[in-house]
């Protein structure tokens, strides 16, 4: 069987950035190495690192003396500042830029008396962080049909996106938007990496005949190439080499493979030797 793998998948610059800051405090044998959430929706990722002794705490007050890593989806400013006032903390920022990029926005939208709206996953910690950045007052919109109930107003309503969502999703979204209010600001702040991975899987997903995409179950980026690469072939989402399973394979000829931006490479690498061996 041959296996072609995304030209663009794995971890981004800015889950990179944030996992090297963890292994510089690692090398460095700082004490009390703490992360506020895990580090990135991968839990191989997160399981090497709790090895090396790193903790992950649900909130800043959970936080034992030492250091404190806010992750690559960043908080909110309410939540950052609470951190910084803990004169017990070193403090370690590790939001990706781009994510801050959506911050600002949002904060700019809200300063200008935008009602803001956050194209995103409710749950998701980067859309709760961001909405943070709007004094808590941004809705989070999910779907067309979330967006469809949307009391009209004559308000100013001003959008940012969650950045790792799907193009096609959010042009679907934003059409709904378009109805409700008198004027309309959006800020397309879907990532690049987001933007390179997914045309990169269309493109091994219309060469192969399964597509197996790699990633956490609870990493958004994932969920989102594995939804992109299910509307074009039989697609399986796993974590790890364990879940794959022969059969799915019958009359193959080809297999792609792609991972999201929390996948780190050994997990990749582990996937890719295994299917070339079947
Ligand atoms: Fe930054 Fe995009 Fe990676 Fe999120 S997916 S950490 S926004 S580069």
């Not at 800015?14 to 839990?43: M, W």
């Not at 926005?105 to 709206?117: F, G, I, N, W």
């Not at 991975?197 to 989102?224: F, Y």
């Not at 594995?226 to 796993?238: D, N, R």
């Amino acid at each position: 069987m041959k296996v072609l793998q995304a030209e663009f998948m794995g971890f981004c610059f800015g889950v990179q950035n944030a996992v090297s800051i963890v292994n510089k405090e690692i090398d460095s044998k700082s004490e009390n190495i703490q992360i506020l959430g895990p580090i990135v929706h991968n839990p191989q990722q997160v399981a090497v690192f709790e090895k090396a002794g790193v903790k992950t705490v649900e909130t800043v007050s959970d936080a034992k003396p030492g250091v404190l890593i806010i992750r690559a989806h960043g908080v909110t400013p309410k939540v950052l500042n609470a951190a910084i006032a803990r004169k017990d903390l070193k403090v370690i920022d590790a939001t990706c830029p781009l994510v801050k990029l959506e911050q600002n926005y949002a904060k700019q939208l809200y300063d200008e008396k935008y009602k803001v709206l956050i194209i995103g996953e409710n749950n998701h910690p980067e859309a709760i962080g961001v909405k943070g950045y709007a004094n808590d007052e941004a809705e989070i919109i999910e779907s067309e049909e979330q967006a469809e109930k949307l009391p009209f107003s004559s308000q100013k309503i001003g959008v940012v996106v969650q950045t790792t969502m799907l193009p096609a999703k959010v042009e679907g979204i934003v059409r709904k938007i378009f109805e409700k209010g008198v004027e309309l600001r959006i800020f397309n702040t879907i990532c690049n990496p987001t933007k390179q991975h997914h045309p990169s899987a269309v493109k091994i997903a219309r060469e192969s005949d399964v597509m197996i995409v790699v990633g956490g179950k609870n990493s958004s980026n994932t969920k989102r190439l594995a939804e992109l690469c299910a509307t074009i072939k039989p697609t399986y989402h796993i974590e790890s080499v364990d879940e794959i399973k022969p059969e799915w394979f019958k009359g193959a000829k080809t297999v792609g493979v792609t991972a999201g931006t929390s996948t780190p490479s050994f997990v990749i690498n582990d996937v890719v030797g295994y299917l070339e061996k079947i």
